[in-house]
């Protein structure tokens, strides 16, 4: 059970350091704005989460107690997924682009609201939370609702404390990537292999 939740933590770690949107939009916000000002926007996308952990959980629940061969297919279709995401990170180019151009200075409570939407009104991190989870499920008597509330409470710790180092340092990771953009060959090839590496898993 331990192994497996270091496992998924680790994940969940590499993924957040990954250039994405989420985690550059927090940048550009610290940078801008103020370190403060991109905590807030953390906090808004990670209390996000919740609702997709919440929407995950129930439904995955409901799947094993009709079926088993449901919650297979389910498993199918996130390592298929993970396998499509992978093949996206490989098309895509590796330059991590952040601009502060048009960045307006917002109240903290608006970057909260702001991350908070930006997170829930995404379907694809639904989608994600379906493919990567079920892979780390970890126990044969915890009830599988409580054991995705366990592996999204860690998701939401690990990425929010990831997403706030990037708050925190904002200035100086900006002015890393802007000397040193071979770190988005390295980034983009870490992604490649985790995404591939669950969906093996998953497949195995």
């Known amino acids: 059970m331990l192994e497996t939740l270091i496992s998924f933590v680790l994940a969940t770690a590499t993924l957040a350091v990954a250039p994405g949107p989420d985690n550059i939009f927090v940048l550009t ?3 801008v704005n103020g370190s403060k000002y991109g905590l807030a ?14 929407l995950v ?3 995955v629940s409901e799947a094993l107690k009709h079926n088993e061969y449901v ?3 389910i498993k199918l279709f996130g ?8 093949f996206l990170v490989y098309k895509s180019d ?3 682009a952040f601009s502060t151009e048009g960045v307006k200075k917002q109240s903290l409570w608006k970057l909260f609201k702001r991350g908070f939407w930006m997170n829930v009104l995404n379907p694809k991190v639904t989608v994600f939370f379906l493919a990567f989870f079920p892979k780390f499920l970890f126990s ?3 009830a599988v609702v409580w054991q995705f509330y366990v592996l999204g409470g860690l998701f939401i710790v690990t990425s929010f404390t990831i997403f706030s180092s990037i708050a925190l340092l904002a200035g100086s990771i900006a002015n890393y990537i802007r000397r040193h953009q071979v770190v988005g060959v390295y980034l983009k090839w870490v992604q490649i292999v985790v995404f591939t590496g669950i969906a093996i898993a998953i497949l195995v």
């Open 94 to 96: 590796p330059t991590i």
């Open 140 to 142: 044969e008597e915890l």
């Open 79 to 86: 390592a298929g997924y993970l396998l499509y995401l992978a």
């Open 71 to 73: 919650f297979f297919g």
């Open 29 to 31: 916000q610290g940078i």
């Open 57 to 59: 959980a129930f439904g």
């Open 41 to 54: 926007t953390v906090a808004g996308l990670m209390t996000g989460c919740i609702i997709h952990t919440s």
